[in-house]
C-alpha cells in the first residue's frame, strides 16, 4: 500500500501521446488514400472525361487537384506528428526511469546526429510532452525533472567558481614566482662573475 502511494504522488514527467499517436496515424492514411483518390479523379476526368459544349474540364480537373493537396497535407501533418510520438516513445523507454542523460547517448541509440536530437528534445519540451524537461547550455545532457535540473546547476556554479579561484591565486602567485626567477637569474649570473674572476690571472704590474 505505500508502495502503491508513493507512485500515486510521484510526479508525472512525460505526457500519455497515445492518443497523438493514434490520431496522426489515421490521418496519414487517411490523408494518403484521399489525395490519391482525388488525383487519380483529376487524371480520369483530365483522359477520359466528356465535357459540355462549349465547356472546359479544367474546372473540375482544378477542383480535385485542390482536393488532392489539401488531402496531402493532412497526411504529411498527420505522419509527423505520428513519427514524433514514436521518437518520443523511444526517448522514454531509452531514459528507463532515468533523470539524467546525455545527448550523444541517444543520439548513437537513434541513429541521429546529436543537432538533431537536440532540436527534437527542445521541440518536445515547448509542446509539454516532457512535462520537466530540460536540455543544458552546452547541449549536451538532457534532464528529466526541475529538482535534477536545479542540482546540476548549482554543481555548475561550483565549478565555475572554483575555476575562477585558480585563476586568481595563479594571478596572485605570479609576481613572487616572477621575483624568485628574477633572483635565481641574478644569483646565477653573479656566481658566472665570481667564477670567471676566479680564474683569469691577475694583470702583471709595472
Not at 86 to 92: D, G, H, L, P
Amino acid at each position: 500500500e505505500m508502495n502503491q502511494r508513493a507512485h500515486f504522488h510521484a510526479p508525472a514527467l512525460y505526457k500519455r501521446t497515445g492518443s497523438i499517436k493514434g490520431f496522426g496515424f489515421l490521418a496519414m492514411v487517411a490523408g494518403g488514400m484521399f489525395a490519391a483518390f482525388w488525383a487519380f479523379g483529376s487524371l480520369i476526368i483530365a483522359l477520359f472525361g466528356v465535357a459540355e459544349a462549349g465547356a472546359s474540364k479544367m474546372p473540375a480537373i482544378i477542383v480535385f487537384l485542390v482536393f488532392a493537396a489539401i488531402a496531402a497535407v493532412i497526411g504529411i501533418v498527420g505522419g509527423n506528428s505520428y513519427g514524433k510520438a514514436k521518437r518520443f516513445e523511444k526517448y522514454v523507454k531509452r531514459l528507463g526511469g532515468r533523470k539524467f542523460c546525455e545527448i550523444e547517448e541517444l543520439s548513437k541509440a537513434m541513429g541521429k546526429s546529436k543537432s538533431y536530437i537536440g532540436k527534437d528534445l527542445l521541440k518536445m519540451i515547448r509542446k509539454g510532452w516532457f512535462l520537466q524537461g530540460h536540455i543544458d547550455e552546452q547541449e549536451r545532457y538532457f534532464i528529466a525533472d526541475h529538482a535534477t535540473y536545479g542540482e546540476y546547476q548549482k554543481m555548475r556554479q561550483s565549478e565555475a567558481q572554483r575555476q575562477d579561484q585558480d585563476r586568481q591565486r595563479e594571478r596572485a602567485g605570479f609576481g613572487p614566482l616572477f621575483l624568485r626567477l628574477i633572483c635565481s637569474a641574478g644569483c646565477y649570473a653573479g656566481c658566472r662573475v665570481v667564477a670567471v674572476a676566479a680564474v683569469m690571472p691577475e694583470p702583471r704590474r709595472m
